[in-house]
Nanobody, 123 residues
Framework: QVQLVQSGGGLVQPGGSLRLSCAAPGFTLANYAVGWFRQAPGKEREGVSCINSSDGSTLYADSVKGRFTISRDNAKNTVYLQMNSLKPEDTGVYYC????????????????WGQGTQVTVSS
């Protein structure tokens, strides 16, 4: 399996927006569930969102529900995470990961990962 390629991180003020991208150069991402995870220094990695491959259903952590939206563009073989109304507590390194079956609540079941991208929300 090839790794995933991420883009779209950066520094943004509270209340601002960013869109993260996750692309798969070597396989068809539409056939995989794709999850987004984040990790702050000294903190546990936590699940943020996930989109299933079978029915397109989506999952969100309570902390981001209503502010983040996960979606697919199969023509671009890419999954996106649109992040609106960003808060300082959203700061961390964001990773995407793919699984051939479905969205799992824990990150340990995901074998294919992106390189990570820094998201910093600060004034």
């Amino acid at each position: 399996q090839v790794q995933l390629v991420q883009s779209g991180g950066g520094l943004v003020q509270p209340g601002g927006s960013l869109r993260l991208s996750c692309a798969a150069p070597g396989f068809t991402l539409a056939n995989y569930a794709v999850g987004w995870f984040r990790q702050a220094p000294g903190k546990e990695r936590e699940g943020v969102s996930c989109i299933n491959s079978s029915d397109g259903s989506t999952l969100y952590a309570d902390s981001v529900k209503g502010r983040f939206t996960i979606s697919r563009d199969n023509a671009k073989n890419t999954v996106y995470l649109q992040m609106n109304s960003l808060k300082p507590e959203d700061t961390g390194v964001y990773y995407c990961a793919a699984h051939p079956d479905h969205c799992y609540p824990g990150s340990y079941r995901y074998d294919v990962w992106g390189q990570g991208t820094q998201v910093t929300v600060s004034s």
